[in-house]
Structure formats: C-alpha cells, structure tokens
C-alpha cells in the first residue's frame, strides 16, 4: 500500500494550486483521509481531514480558502487551495487510514512522500 501525491509548485500570493493523493496497493477499506504540512523549523500539522462519509474538518488558518474532497471509488484525495498566502509555504503531506485486504483487519496510518508548495511572488 502507498500513497502517491502530486500537484505542488510555485505560485503567487492569492493564486490557486490543487493537490491530489491517490492510495494504490492491496487495500480493504479506507478510513479518515488527510493533508497535513510541515514548514521550515515547525512542527508537521494538520491542515484538513475527511472522514469516509465526508465529513471534514479544517485548521482554522485554512477555513474559507481550502476545500478537501474524495473519491472512495478511485482511492483519492485533494486539496484545492485558494487565495494562498506566503504562510501557506510548506511541504505538504497526504496521509489516509488504510485496512490491507489481506492479513488481519485493522487500520493503519499510511503517509505520502510530500510535495512542496511555495506562495511568493
């Protein structure tokens, strides 16, 4: 089981960027799905989650200018960014609970390999 993701880059302060994950590999189920972001000298933090069912949640500093979104069908999640700031700057992760299809079932915590994203102009 993996998660790949893509679509970081440079882009100006209040531009836009849309960031996808895919999970691929022998998988049962997934669970709550998710991006976090990790800043030069801070702390990897969440920046938004959604649950199988939809339900999201997001960092307060995000609230208004991201959407998350997930196709259960195609094992995926996004981020659509908007009206990014230079805060914004950071390497960005997928992480999603995953249960494999084989072995015993339980959910595990899988991370993506990161994509950076800077806002600068």
């Known amino acids: 089981v993996q998660l790949q993701a893509s679509g970081g880059g440079l882009v100006q302060p209040g531009g836009s960027l849309m960031l996808s994950c895919a999970a691929s590999g022998s998988i049962r189920s997934i669970n709550d799905m998710g991006w976090y972001r990790q800043a030069p000298g801070n702390q990897r933090e969440l920046v938004a989650s959604i649950s199988r069912g939809g339900s999201t949640n997001y960092a307060q500093t995000v609230k208004g200018r991201f959407t998350i979104s997930r196709d259960n069908a195609k094992n995926t999640v996004s981020l659509q960014m908007n009206s990014l700031k230079p805060e914004d700057t950071a390497v960005y992760y997928c992480?999603?609970?995953?249960?494999?299809?084989?072995?015993?079932?339980?959910?595990?915590?899988?991370w993506g390999q990161g994509t950076q994203v800077t806002v600068s102009s």
């Open positions: 992480n999603a609970e995953i249960a494999r299809a084989t072995g015993a079932f339980y959910y595990r915590t899988y």
